[in-house]
């Protein structure tokens, strides 16, 4: 009996290589890579073995594997889920409904936002030019407390003295992140996880490092000042831009980021 092929599993074929292609881009470059290659062939044998061949008895031997391979996915891609599943969330995703909802939104609110971002940015900005090292994290939807250890904690409006006062290099809690959130410095000196992308620049120092480890495991983002170099970095669903200009991080924290 021949295989009956139509549009529908056209469809269906199209669907699936494009979410192991997004898995694939989510998961390359982490350590867990050549699993996910290793499954996924595992996954196409079965599917001949079962489907197109029928082969009964090695066909339910590999439903069995498939079965606890489920459970061991789950525990071998637990931040890889999770990461992908913020990505579908991201704030990025769904700049159209932000839009929306800053243009029904209270009108005080968004001076209130224009004033922070403006300020972060005029922070920034100085800390660039004196080559002051920084790591701002942007808290968005998911909570960090679980990937990150919280220094101290404060409650500041952003200001752009108090955060070029905090980063001062003779400052005791210039060393770790701020972590803004509401529009508020709600703590500093934080310790970030680091990134596993094994295919980031070597170039790259320990906050740039951190910044991408922070957006890897959640929605929020990061901005990062060279100390070294004097550059602004924005980092965001684990992937940076280096080199950004004032007016280029005006311009993306103006648009939702923080």
């Avoid at 998911?142 to 904690?153: K, P, V």
Wanted: with cysteine.
């Amino acid at each position: 009996m021949g295989l009956e092929f139509g549009i529908k599993d056209i469809i269906d074929i199209l669907l699936v290589a494009i979410l192991f292609h997004q898995l694939y881009k989510l998961f390359r470059g982490t350590g867990v890579n050549n699993i996910f290659i290793g499954i996924l062939s595992l996954i196409v044998v079965w599917f001949f073995v079962v489907y197109i061949f029928q082969l009964e008895l090695l066909g339910s031997i590999l439903n069995q594997l498939m079965n606890v391979g489920i459970v061991a996915l789950i525990v071998i891609f637990q931040n890889e889920i999770r990461r992908f599943f913020f990505m579908v969330g991201s704030r990025n995703k769904w700049r159209f409904i932000n839009k929306v909802a800053q243009i029904f939104g209270n009108k005080k609110e968004e001076e209130t936002d224009n004033m922070s971002v403006t300020q972060l940015v005029i922070a920034c900005s100085h800390m660039a030019k004196s080559k002051t090292g920084a790591l701002i994290v942007l808290v968005h939807k998911s909570e960090l407390e679980e990937f990150l250890h919280i220094g101290e904690r404060i409650d500041a409006n952003i200001n752009a003295s108090l955060i070029e006062n905090i980063f001062f290099k003779n400052s005791p809690l210039h060393d770790g992140a701020m972590v803004i959130s509401n529009k508020k410095i709600v703590s500093v000196a934080s310790i970030l996880p680091i990134s596993e992308n094994q295919h980031i620049p070597k170039h790259l120092g320990l906050r740039h490092r951190a910044a991408l480890g922070i957006t890897e495991r959640s929605d929020a983002s990061a901005i990062v000042v060279s100390e070294e170099k004097g550059t602004i970095s924005y980092a965001v669903d684990g992937k940076i831009s280096i080199n950004i200009s004032p007016e280029e991080l005006q311009k993306t924290l103006s648009a939702g980021a923080i």
